[in-house]
Every structure is written in structure tokens, then in C-alpha cells.
């Protein structure tokens, strides 16, 4: 499954390193996170994108700041509303004096791009996302625009107000490589975040987060090419299959995940592997990651959804009952 020759013992120790130190440099900004955190990073690493759902005020947009922070990358926020027309995020061709048309680059068009309250806006807008996020390109007038080489949507979504909202189909959940869920912090964690405001601290101002630049671009670029040199055996293969087909069949969901998510998992288990300091990715990799990749992909039966059992719940039976590979 390597895209090259494999991985030397250098080679994973050198872009462990620089992976945790990006981490490191998250987790000195964005207190209790460490899971999401990670999650992150790893879809980074495998080209993919995020949704992250969780109350306001829980550090997503924190996040998403901080860790273009720590890779000097272009950065652009996106407040999606109701109102927002397809133009408004992908830019538009304007008339010059010469008779010839400009292209007017939207805030699309940025290596990292905070999508904040994606659900708020309509179906057009919604299209012209799903299509830079799947061919890494948008067309306007006609003519297709390429994105950056890091070009990465972390989209952000409220769980509990739904007024104003618009449902995101499954067709554009898909798209997102994983699904991260962020919950309020324990007492001890938020008293660390208000004694970290009393030093000084203000989420509105990148200068007071206090974060080391650890990669570049390029550096980026060197990571996620080692991602797809990372080693994975074709019995891991084979398990990563019957987890996502399990999914069509079980009981309790009456909607599994896409081959997408076959091919997710297998992306964020070499990720992992290489930030774990493997040139191998494990069973454990895949069970870790199951369930940020696949709960926004299946849909619970509406009688166990009424008696409480989540998607997470759903797919950790599933997880158990599915047998991994040993050895």
C-alpha cells in the first residue's frame, strides 16, 4: 500500500518529531481538547477535512487559529448565514478597463478555511463548498480555479440550536474526512483557561497565544507525502473493509458508511501510525478512528434514536463485534 519505497527508521522519527511539535503547540493553547486536537492534525496529515460540532464557546474557532498558527499557513474565517450567496465565498470575474474579465479570489481560496456555522447556510452555497472540497477547485463564469496545495476546510456546526439551519445531506458530510466532537471542559480545565486570561490571554488576538511556528508549507507537503509511504498489510486492509461494511448490515443503522470511509479510515491509520513513530499502521489505529470517520456517515434506526443510542454507541458494538486481525 506504500506510494514509494518504504519508510526508513530516520525518515518516521524526523516527521514524528515535527508532527508533535505541532501538536505540542496546540495543546499549549486549546486546554482539555487533546483528542479533538489530534484528530485534527491527522486529517491534516491525510488531505483531508474536519467538521467539528460542539456548544459555543468550546475553542473551535481557537483551534482552527492555532494551528495555522503553528504552520504559517494563509488562514481565512467564513461566517456562513442564510444570506450567503455562492460569490460571496468563491469570488467573482470583474470587468476591467481593458474589456477583460479579473478573477477575484473569495476567501475559498486560502490554504486553512474556517467554515464557521456551515449549517446555516443554503443548498447553493453549500454546493460551491462540497465542490472545492472535493475536486480542490471552484468554478466561477465558466472557469475552474485551482485551490493551494493545503487547501483544508475545518467547517464548525452548534448541535443544539437549530433555528435558521439548514440539514447538511449526507452527499456533503461525506466529503469530511472526519467528524470531531468537542464538550465543555471539566472545572479544573476551566479554571486553568481563566487563569491562562488573567496572564494575558484573548482568543480574538493570535499574539498572545504564545505559539512556536513548527512547520512551513512545504513542511506540510513533506508530512502527508511520508502519511502515504506508511506501511499498511493487507489483513489491515481487509478489517478496515468488513468494519465499514458491517456498518450496511447492522440493525441498528439504516444508513452505513461509502466506500469513502473505507478509504478515510486506511488515510488516518498511516497517519497516526506516523505520528505514533511506526512505519506501520495497526488494528488499533483503525478502532481509535472509527468513530470520528464514520458517525457523520451512517444513520440510527428512529426507534433506538429514541431511546437514546447515538451513532457512537452503534458503531462501538459494531467494533466489538467485528474481529481484527492479530499479530
Known sequence: MAESSALTTD????????????????????????????????????????????PPGTAKTLLVRSLNRALGLEFRRIQFTP??????????????GSGTFTF???????????????????????????????????TVDG??????????????QNPIEFEGTYPLPEAELDRFLIKSKLDYPGAAVEEAVLTRVLGGFESSDVATFGITQVLDADGLAQLRAAVRRVRVEPTLTAYITALVGATRDAPALTLGASPRASVALLKLAQAAALIDGREYAIPDDVKTLAAPVLRHRVIVAPELELEGVSADDALATLIQRVEAPRG
Open 83 to 96: 444570506d450567503l450567496m455562492p460569490s460571496d465565498i468563491t469570488g467573482v470575474s470583474i470587468l476591467g
Open 104 to 138: 477575484r479570489p473569495g476567501p475559498l481560496f486560502a490554504d486553512l478555511v474556517l467554515a464557521d456555522e456551515i449549517n446555516r447556510a443554503p443548498a447553493k452555497t453549500q454546493a460551491a463548498l462540497l465542490e472545492a472540497m472535493e475536486e480542490r477547485s471552484a
Open 11 to 54: 525518515e518516521v522519527r524526523r516527521h514524528a518529531d515535527a508532527a508533535n511539535r505541532v501538536l505540542g503547540e496546540l495543546q499549549r493553547v486549546v486546554l482539555g481538547q487533546h483528542a479533538v486536537l489530534r484528530e485534527s492534525l491527522l486529517a491534516l496529515l491525510a488531505r483531508g477535512h474536519v467538521l467539528l460540532e460542539g
Open 143 to 156: 472557469i475552474s480555479h485551482p485551490m493551494s496545495a493545503s487547501f483544508t476546510v475545518f467547517a464548525t
